[in-house]
């Protein structure tokens, strides 16, 4: 499934160890690859359950973080093609985008993060605008991406999108209170989310609370009401623009694109690719290189 590509970060050796027959230049990826034996023989050396250990950090462990990437890859470069001249390129050379961009490439590696891998990759192409919130708030909201379970940004999609057009009015329903709770469960129906769900993304700042009149009135009138103005930031900076939103670029035609097809397209080179495109740092790529089994 993944190709070993050209070799593309070297270190000069020879100074380091003056005194051993080494080749005047050692590819990162041999570094590594020393480095992952080490760290699979001490997992082997763990008494009973240490062959249990190497076989699932070998095997499943980094195959299925490494299908995680790919899948982020392809995603992140569809929505940074979507961006056109949106893209703020002094600043995706920062310290601080790629800061940003670390922290995203951690979430994406984790199991409890699969289902929003696609939301990670709008998040860290929108944080690339010219247009970007500002840095606490787009590191709040990558907090938020991490924290929130699927069903809780489900939830808050749906507020979004929501209508009053499908509500009818119960006969037992009659007071304001009533009415709101109504609609909100109608929007939520089918949902796995409980009280506890809701009561967190009430306290992230991303609803607004029913215990306020003022917001219950208005829920009443249209359930979008309960969705804090946060909320909505939020959902935009998680959300790949539509088609036709943004200008357009030819993916084929983007100088990314060009670069990587160049360096041989395979996925051993992916996180070199965009550790340099997006960010310029070959200490990120190496600490996220594939090892070799």
């Given at each position: 499934?993944?190709?070993?590509?050209?070799?593309?970060?070297?270190?000069?050796?020879?100074?380091?160890?003056?005194?051993?027959?080494?080749?005047?230049?050692?590819?990162?990826?041999?570094?590594?690859d020393?480095?992952?034996?080490?760290?699979?023989?001490?997992?082997?050396?763990?008494?009973?359950?240490?062959?249990?250990?190497?076989?699932?950090?070998?095997?499943?462990?980094?195959?299925?973080?490494?299908?995680?990437?790919?899948?982020?890859?392809?995603?992140?470069?569809?929505?940074?093609?979507?961006?056109?001249?949106?893209?703020?390129?002094?600043?995706?050379?920062?310290?601080?985008?790629?800061?940003?961009?670390?922290q995203v490439?951690e979430?994406?590696?984790?199991?409890?993060?699969?289902e929003?891998?696609?939301a990670?990759a709008?998040?860290?192409?929108?944080?690339?605008t010219?247009?970007?919130?500002?840095?606490?708030?787009?590191?709040?909201?990558?907090?938020?991406?991490?924290?929130?379970?699927?069903?809780?940004?489900?939830?808050?999609?749906?507020?979004?999108?929501?209508?009053?057009?499908?509500?009818?009015?119960?006969?037992?329903?009659?007071?304001?209170?009533?009415?709101?709770?109504?609609?909100?469960?109608?929007?939520?129906?089918?949902l796995?989310?409980?009280?506890?769900?809701?009561?967190?993304?009430?306290r992230?700042?991303?609803?607004?609370?029913?215990?306020?009149?003022?917001?219950?009135?208005a829920?009443?009138n249209?359930?979008?009401?309960?969705?804090?103005?946060?909320?909505?930031s939020?959902?935009e900076?998680?959300?790949?623009?539509?088609?036709g939103?943004?200008?357009?670029?030819?993916?084929?035609?983007?100088?990314?694109?060009?670069?990587?097809?160049?360096?041989?397209?395979?996925?051993?080179?992916?996180?070199?690719?965009?550790?340099?495109?997006?960010?310029?740092?070959?200490?990120?790529?190496?600490?996220?290189?594939?090892?070799?089994?």
């Amino acid at each position: 499934m993944f190709s070993r590509g050209p070799r593309v970060h070297h270190v000069d050796m020879t100074e380091a160890h003056p005194g051993r027959s080494l080749p005047a230049r050692t590819t990162v990826d041999d570094v590594l690859d020393v480095a992952g034996a080490a760290a699979m023989g001490a997992l082997a050396s763990v008494p009973v359950i240490g062959p249990i250990l190497r076989e699932v950090v070998g095997t499943a462990w980094t195959e299925l973080r490494y299908e995680r990437v790919e899948r982020f890859a392809t995603q992140l470069g569809e929505d940074m093609a979507s961006l056109g001249d949106r893209i703020d390129h002094e600043f995706v050379c920062t310290a601080e985008f790629a800061a940003l961009t670390e922290q995203v490439l951690e979430s994406i590696l984790q199991r409890r993060n699969e289902e929003k891998i696609a939301a990670f990759a709008a998040a860290l192409a929108h944080a690339s605008t010219l247009d970007r919130p500002d840095e606490r708030e787009r590191l709040r909201c990558v907090d938020d991406l991490g924290a929130l379970r699927p069903a809780q940004i489900e939830v808050l999609s749906r507020l979004a999108a929501a209508g009053s057009a499908d509500w009818v009015r119960p006969s037992d329903v009659i007071t304001v209170g009533q009415v709101a709770q109504s609609k909100l469960n109608l929007v939520l129906k089918g949902l796995d989310v409980d009280r506890l769900d809701l009561d967190e993304l009430e306290r992230r700042g991303l609803t607004r609370s029913l215990s306020d009149t003022v917001t219950l009135l208005a829920v009443a009138n249209d359930v979008r009401a309960i969705l804090a103005p946060r909320g909505r930031s939020f959902l935009e900076f998680i959300t790949a623009k539509a088609a036709g939103t943004a200008p357009v670029v030819n993916p084929e035609d983007s100088p990314c694109r060009k670069t990587f097809s160049q360096e041989g397209g395979d996925l051993d080179n992916l996180v070199h690719f965009l550790a340099r495109s997006l960010i310029g740092s070959p200490t990120l790529s190496s600490r996220t290189h594939r090892p070799t089994r």
